[in-house]
């Protein structure tokens, strides 16, 4: 018995329906799975196959490479191979597959990841952005500034509320991943910034029934969204004529990057980050090591 791919929005509902009440699973990941699911049927439309069951090892190698060529880093490729597999076992289970064409193999090998950074010029081109003599220009030079130099996460910083803010000794108190606290600094431009937003600005952007505590308000009054700060930034990074496209991460990145290069601990650095293990912090010290190792190729006699 074979699943029709004409099926495909009765299916995808239904597969829908499993992961939110069966799974649990957020609504951010139920998107992400939607998104890959709908990919996975468009790919097979484009090469006229009809039936799960035509879905085998050579045409699941040609899935990928229609993935990489489509753009998709390694990262993203793996993790749509991993939401077609939890699909097709799921189609087993509720026995409209009598035979998994996609049995469990070994994992896919991902390509050792260094991150991308900004190098100092470019973070200071980047951070200057921002028009000061607007309102949005000011609360986005705070913005830029606090998630570079605190390394701060975007879903840190939609979590900020005013009284995690110490504006005299520059601490701020973080809600990171697994609902973890940790304690990061911010220097003094990110400081005078974030004082500047929240003495002249935020008063402007306040609502008494929106905003409640949040630190970044939108121009509506309510709490800056990720998906908002992600826009800023994909604006700034368009702005600002870099070869780079700027996303939230690479701020922190850069942050992790030039605090290594400029000497820091790296037992600090995770600290700071909110890595709870070094290992995930020593990434950085292949990217500083990277830099090092171009520099001296460039200017060394013998490199």
């Known amino acids: 018995m074979g699943v029709k791919i004409l099926q495909e929005e ?12 069966q799974k649990g699973l957020s609504n951010l990941t139920i998107r992400n799975y939607k998104f890959d699911i709908v990919h996975l049927f468009e790919f097979m439309k484009v090469k006229h196959i009809k039936d799960f069951h035509e879905l085998d090892k050579k045409t699941l190698r040609t899935y990928l490479f229609w993935l990489i060529d489509k753009g998709y880093v390694k990262s993203s490729v793996v993790r749509k ?9 799921w189609l087993v289970e509720i026995s409209l597959l009598e ?10 090998k991902r390509d ?17 952005i921002p028009d000061k003599s607007s309102d949005i220009g000011k609360r986005d030079k705070a913005l830029l500034e606090v998630i570079y130099g605190g390394g701060l996460r975007v879903s840190e910083i939609t979590s900020l509320i005013l009284k ?20 990061v600094l911010i220097g003094n431009m990110a400081l005078n910034s974030l004082k500047i937003y929240l003495d002249l600005v935020r008063p402007k952007l306040y609502d008494p029934l929106k905003s409640g505590e949040a630190v970044f308000l939108n121009k509506f009054g309510s709490c800056l969204s990720q998906r908002g700060i992600q826009k800023r930034i994909k604006y700034y990074s368009l702005k600002s004529g870099l070869p780079h496209k700027i996303h ?29 293990s ?8 292949h990217v500083t090591l990277e830099s090092t190792r171009k520099v001296y190729q460039k ?3 013998r490199g």
Request: aromatic share 10%.
């Open 10 to 21: 009765f299916m995808l509902d239904r597969f829908i329906d499993y992961l939110s009440n």
């Open 81 to 89: 191979l991993s939401v077609l597999r939890g699909f097709l076992k």
């Open 99 to 108: 035979v998994d064409p996609l049995p469990k193999r070994g994992k896919i």
């Open 112 to 128: 050792k990841y260094l991150p991308r950074f900004l190098s100092q010029f470019e973070i200071n081109k980047f951070l200057s």
């Open 164 to 183: 995690d803010i110490n504006l005299t000794t520059g601490e701020i108190i973080v809600l990171g991943k697994g609902s973890k606290q940790r304690i």
């Open 248 to 276: 939230t991460h690479m701020l922190r990145h850069s942050f992790a990057t030039h605090l290594l290069e400029g000497g820091a601990d790296l037992r600090v650095v995770q600290g700071l980050l909110g890595h709870s």
């Open 278 to 285: 070094a290992a995930t912090t020593q990434i950085y010290t």
């Open 299 to 301: 200017y060394h006699p």
